[in-house]
T-cell receptor, first 114, second 111 residues
């Protein structure tokens, strides 16, 4: 158990819909990262927050947005869903923003868009 | 980001040592070498990292070549639980904090 929790575990929804994925980082971790894992693209970085502020953006679509709240939990919002958005979404957390800090990953949310 | 090259797959036997290679010929002086692994149906987990010297922890050892153009992750006594995809990732000390995952090496452990 990494100490990072993600809800829900599974999500099935239809094209065009909007969903929210939730992540609670390990106690004391200030950085939160979101990654997407699909069969054709592998594991890809989406976005990073540090202590409530957006820190870095990866290949995140404009239909996707995220935020980190004062209690440090984070939400990833996916809207106008397409079939290609079906993937595993992982959240990770680390103590600080530096590269020497390891990232702890949650168990992921499996999103299926039908 | 500097690139890494790993074999697509490797196979080993339970209770034997496993040496997982990684080539990173364009590594810069400020790149840390990190290893993560992903067990089936789980999120990635940190294994080990190093800069120049060899490193040991409870999970594995990391041997770094003198010229730093390659490294080897060593599992001293593989168990069935070590079957996973292993990722070798370079992280620039002054660069972005994201992890850039390649294809990794799928390690199969035979009982």
């Amino acid at each position: 158990d990494s100490g990072v929790t993600q809800t829900p575990k599974h999500l099935i929804t239809a094209t065009g819909q909007r969903v929210t994925l939730r992540c609670s980082p390990r106690s004391g971790d200030l950085s939160v990262y979101w990654y997407q894992q699909s069969l054709d693209q592998g594991l890809q970085f989406l976005i990073q927050y540090y202590n409530g502020e957006e820190r870095a953006k990866g290949n995140i679509l404009e239909r996707f947005s995220a935020q980190q709240f004062p209690d440090l939990h984070s939400e990833l919002n996916l809207s106008s869903l397409e079939l290609g958005d079906s993937a595993l979404y992982f959240c990770a957390s680390s103590v600080g923003p530096g590269v020497i800090y390891e990232q702890y990953f949650g168990p992921g949310t499996r999103l299926t868009v039908t | 980001d500097a690139k890494t090259t790993q074999p697509n797959s490797m196979e080993s036997n339970e209770e034997e040592p496993v040496h997982l290679p990684c080539n990173h010929s364009t590594i810069s002086g400020t790149d840390y070498i990190h290893w993560y692994r992903q067990l089936p149906s789980q999120g990635p987990e940190y294994v080990i990292h190093g800069l120049t010297s060899n490193v040991n922890n409870r999970m594995a050892s990391l041997a770094i070549a003198e010229d730093r153009k390659s490294s080897t992750l060593i599992l001293h006594r593989a168990t069935l639980r070590d079957a996973a995809v292993y990722y070798c990732i370079l992280r620039d000390r002054w660069g972005a904090q994201k992890l850039v995952f390649g294809q990794g090496t799928r390690l199969t452990i035979n009982p």
